[in-house]
Nanobody, 117 residues
């Protein structure tokens, strides 16, 4: 069982930056993709960005050019650098990890990001 521990959420003004981190606490041998999703009040959970073990990335159109997902030091720890934040980026951000050979996926507990003046 993989556990994902998130950190780095908080309150920031529009135009500001935040960095989220996610670390897998158990063996990540079978994990092929890690990423971030977000859920705003009254809305469905949506993809923000993903990164594969080999480094390929996918971004939501709404964050492309502002957010960067990366692997920190080694596979199993990923970060999301969020720049030029907008009020519409306000949401609970969840770390996600998917196994390569079956549909099993894991979720973090979520971290709140609030963009407000």
């Amino acid at each position: 069982q993989v556990q994902l521990v998130e950190s780095g959420g908080g309150l920031v003004q529009p135009g500001g930056s935040l960095r989220l981190s996610c670390a897998a606490s158990e063996s990540i041998t079978n994990i092929g993709v890690m990423g971030w999703f977000r859920q705003a009040p009254g809305k469905r959970r949506e993809l923000v960005a993903t990164i594969a073990r080999g480094g390929s990335t996918i971004y939501a159109v709404s964050v492309k050019g502002r957010f960067t997902i990366s692997i920190d030091n080694a596979w199993g720890t990923v970060s999301l650098q969020m720049n030029m934040l907008k009020p519409e980026d306000t949401a609970v951000y969840y770390c996600n990890a998917k196994e390569t050979w079956n549909p099993t996926e894991y979720w973090g507990q979520g971290t709140q990001v609030t963009v407000s003046s």
